[in-house]
């Protein structure tokens, strides 16, 4: 046996308190515990029932995915170290039994808190209930941990839309977070709507403005709680670990791949030359495990230690690099069943993207659930699309602004891991070729997303074959079409514009100038 590095040392013999273990970066983070820090005592996992599954089958059905079949394969009985637990943190107590707090309270070293709602969109009584009100319910919790050395707050790069530069600090919330606690607890949701542009100001959703609300909580915790808040920019598909590709959701970018991949998106409205801020899951991962041992060893400062897990400046690429090289790519590797030839595009004037939205988006789906309404089938493109305008509206935030996001804290953690701790726990952007990347996001989102395997590619790219024939048809008898009406009513249009003019002489001031310039 090699001797444990630093990281996997401090691990060793831990109790750890994750929420948020069954989302995306929650499972990422219980596989890489496990499998490179596997001398760890437990993991207690707070899951919440779901469709009449018991949290305990949904962790066995989590151990079941793909991503977990190296720890199957290679340590099985470390599996045995998750211990799932009835609970929601949008309940009292996070809806624990009392055996249940006082297990957390005396046995809990480390506390990972990435419980969140994801959806953009959210109702703001929704955001503030999960994401803020649930981060004070751990909060609470963890002051009265006995053990705690390290508390891990996921935030997000996003939240702090009125800065231009995001330094690696807890800037003051617009309010007191405690006022909207209140607020949205005493009010009606009718009454809530009515305030919520208010209250969001600048936010252009209520996800990044409940995030901001809580890291004003975990900052005012501070030095008396141990905290660190990390805020990873946009998360997408892994680089390496637990599988190459790995992800299990159509959250942000995967989504509007798949998308386009499939024809379905036809424009976004982005500016091209903007920055990109992405980071795949497993770097993010590393940098939540490695933050939480520095928790620990680091000195304690007056202010609260922050980490923008970011590439910004470091790997820098723009969204219209990420179009021209993910095209080609997506071209190479089709996915199955697509509705149209993927020939989409990104726009930055929002007109323009509208025209295209109506014309390519819209009137198809109304046509195609025409279609499915005459031959007596569901229909669904209509419905689908709306999700995706949603969707659309929701990102353009994002991808038609500069972010500027200073990860000094980061690299200076990266800089002073030692090498053996590098390898297992890496973070280095610049060992990431942008194009392999890319088709590694664009494999892993259609084989564990979309479920389509790889064997189906020579038929897919067939099908894109005929799918380009027949895109390329109907662009040649569009123009055809419109050239014909201009040529047939050429006389027509000839006469309206001579008709014109003669009125226009017709008027004595036009007509003294029109004499006036012969």
């Known amino acids: 046996m090699s001797e444990l590095t630093e990281i996997p040392s401090f691990y060793k013999g831990k109790n750890i308190f994750v929420t948020g273990g069954t989302g995306l970066m929650g499972k990422v983070l219980i596989e890489k515990l496990l499998y490179s820090c596997s001398d760890l005592n437990k993991i207690y996992v707070l899951v919440r029932p779901k469709r009449g599954r018991t949290p305990e089958i949904r962790i066995d059905e989590m151990f079941k995915l793909p991503m977990f079949q190296r720890v199957r394969k290679q340590k099985p009985q470390v599996l045995k170290k998750v211990v799932a637990l009835n609970g929601d943190v949008s309940v009292e107590n996070l809806g624990l039994t009392s055996q249940q707090l ?20 959210s109702k703001l ?38 800065k231009e530069e995001l330094d690696e600090k807890v800037y003051d919330a617009p309010v007191d977070p405690h006022d909207v606690i209140r607020l949205v607890q005493w009010l009606d949701e009718g009454a809530i709507d009515l305030v919520t542009p208010k209250l969001l100001g600048l936010h252009p959703n209520t996800y990044t403005y409940s995030k901001r609300l809580a890291e004003k909580l975990v900052a005012d915790e501070y030095p008396n709680l141990p905290c660190s808040i990390a805020r990873p920019s946009i998360v997408t598909p892994a680089f390496a670990e637990p599988l190459p590709g790995w992800v299990d959701n159509l959250n942000g970018p995967v989504g509007l791949m798949v998308g386009a991949g499939k024809g379905v998106i036809r424009s976004m409205h982005c500016i091209g030359n903007y920055h990109a801020e992405v980071i795949p899951v497993d770097l993010a991962i590393n940098a939540l495990i490695a933050i939480a041992y520095r928790t620990v060893i680091m000195k304690k400062n007056a202010a609260v230690p922050v980490y923008n897990i970011t590439q910004s400046g470091v790997l820098p690429i723009t969204w219209g690099e990420v179009l021209g090289k993910g095209k080609k790519i997506a071209y190479q590797y089709p996915f199955e069943g697509q509705i149209w030839y993927p020939s989409g595009d990104i726009h930055s004037s929002k007109f323009v993207h509208n025209m295209i939205v109506f014309f390519f988006h819209i009137i198809p789906a109304y046509f195609i659930d025409f279609l499915m309404l005459i031959f007596r089938q569901k229909r669904f493109m209509v419905r689908i699309q709306n999700r995706i305008s949603v969707g659309l509206e929701v990102l353009q935030y994002f991808t038609t602004r500069e972010w500027v996001f200073h990860n000094t804290n980061l690299l200076i953690m990266w800089g002073e891991m030692n090498p053996k701790d590098k390898e297992i726990f890496p973070i280095d952007f610049l060992c990431i070729d942008e194009t392999e990347y890319m088709k590694t996001c664009v494999l892993g989102a259609r084989q564990y997303c979309m479920k389509e395997n790889l064997s189906t ?62």
């Not at 999960?130 to 997000?156: C, D, H, P, W």
């Not at 040529?487 to 003294?512: C, W």
């Open 102 to 121: 006082e297990t957390l309270m005396n046995e809990i070293d480390v506390v990972f808190h990435l419980a969140a709602t994801l959806r953009l969109e």
């Open 125 to 162: 009584k929704d955001a503030i209930e999960m994401n803020t009100i649930g981060t004070k319910r751990v909060l609470e919790l963890a002051k009265n941990m006995k053990k705690l050395q390290a508390f891990v707050y996921l935030s997000t790069a996003f939240c702090y839309p009125d």
């Open 457 to 518: 590619l020579p038929k897919a790219r067939r099908h894109q074959a005929i799918m380009y024939v027949v895109h390329l048809i109907a662009v040649y008898l569009f123009y055809f079409g419109v050239l014909y009406l201009i040529l047939k009513n050429f006389e027509i249009a000839r006469h309206g514009l001579d008709y014109v003019t003669d009125q226009m002489k017709s008027l004595p001031i036009l007509s003294r100038f029109i004499k006036k310039t012969r």
